[in-house]
């Protein structure tokens, strides 16, 4: 049909800013690293303000206020130090802290003829197993949410067309968020796993939904105004896009990063202080990390949730 043809016509780069369009227009998909690397493109994110915030006072004071750049700069590096560095040392501690006592209730007689420790070991199996559906849900949620879908879907060879938002730093933020996403995993298996349920069940609940907190501090500090304008810089950069293609204007200087000179985008770039080849190096390496990543979250889901259902001990020995 007709419509079938259109759309096989549309290329990755109108399907993919259509989508991503759809979700900002719901509030939907974007989290604080993809923010950053829009701002960090967006000339006018980097406009700081001054205002007379007590002027309804009669003082005239002028108050500088930081640019949304800025804004959003410092609250990426809390949220990085809180998902990546925070969430890896609270692992660690706990692992440190409780390694010693790790043992396997297989062998053990209570493990497997206490009629009571039965039920323990199916609550503690199906809540691993919880996790473990969550493993796809989130992987999936990440990779296809907000700008991510620029680099997951868009080939690397156009990424000197898409000056909306830093590509690198958009792989950095998915990198982030799949490292994440791994130690929560892991670290809620640990946590089911020494938690001992004749003790107190709903430590182990708690306890596990709490790492998986982590993963949505990034989607939780982005506010209405950012998605507002990372849509509108979206709605101009497609527009743009579709002008040129229309009037077949030569494509693409690789070696500037950038249209033709004559191009007239809403949001300009700023030069690249690496190149095309360089950038494309890079984000290899990156998304390389990030399916190693995501392969051994995915393998943790499938083992874990059987070794804790083999070596689980709802009791506590040392009492």
Same mark, same amino acid.
């Given at each position: ?82 998902? @990546?560095?925070?969430?890896? #040392? &609270? +692992?660690?501690?706990?692992? =440190? *802290?409780? /390694? ?85 995993? @892991?670290?809620?298996?640990? #946590? &089911? +796993?020494?938690?001992?349920? =004749? *003790?107190? /069940? ?90 190693? #990543? ?26």
């Amino acid at each position: 049909t007709e419509e079938e043809e259109k759309h096989d016509d549309k290329d990755a780069v109108v399907t993919v800013f259509e989508s991503v369009i759809a979700q900002l227009e719901n509030n939907e998909g974007l989290d604080i690293y993809q923010v950053l690397a829009f701002r960090a493109m967006d000339p006018r994110s980097r406009r700081m303000k001054i205002k007379k915030p007590f002027s309804k006072f009669r003082v005239n004071l002028d108050i500088l206020y930081l640019s949304s750049y800025q804004r959003v700069f410092y609250v990426a590096m809390i949220v990085f130090s809180l998902q @990546v560095i925070g969430i890896s #040392i &609270i +692992f660690y501690r706990q692992f =440190e *802290d409780t /390694a010693a006592s790790f043992e396997c209730a297989y062998d053990l007689d209570e493990g497997w003829r206490n009629d009571m420790n039965w039920v323990y070991k199916l609550l503690a199996f199906l809540w691993a197993s919880v996790i473990t559906l969550l493993i796809g849900i989130n992987q999936n949620s990440i990779r296809h949410s907000g700008l991510i879908e620029i680099i997951d879907q868009i080939p690397n060879k156009m990424y000197s067309i898409i000056d909306i938002a830093d590509i690198v730093m958009l792989h950095v933020g998915l990198l982030c968020n799949l490292y994440t996403l791994l130690v929560a995993v @892991v670290g809620s298996y640990f #946590i &089911i +796993f020494t938690t001992k349920v =004749e *003790d107190n /069940a709903m430590e182990m609940v708690l306890n596990a939904v709490a790492l998986f907190f982590m993963i949505e501090l990034d989607n939780m500090l982005v506010t209405k105004s950012d998605y507002k304008c990372v849509e509108q810089g979206c709605k101009a950069f497609l527009r743009e896009y579709l002008k040129e293609k229309e009037q077949n204007l030569p494509c693409i200087k690789q070696k500037e990063r950038r249209f033709k000179p004559n191009r007239n985008f809403a949001f300009k770039p700023k030069k690249q202080c690496i190149g095309i080849k360089g950038m494309s190096r890079m984000t290899k390496c990156v998304e390389c990390f990030g399916y190693i #990543i995501a392969g051994i979250t995915v393998i943790s889901g499938l083992v874990f949730p059987v070794a804790i259902l083999l070596c689980y001990n709802g009791f506590d020995h040392n009492q």
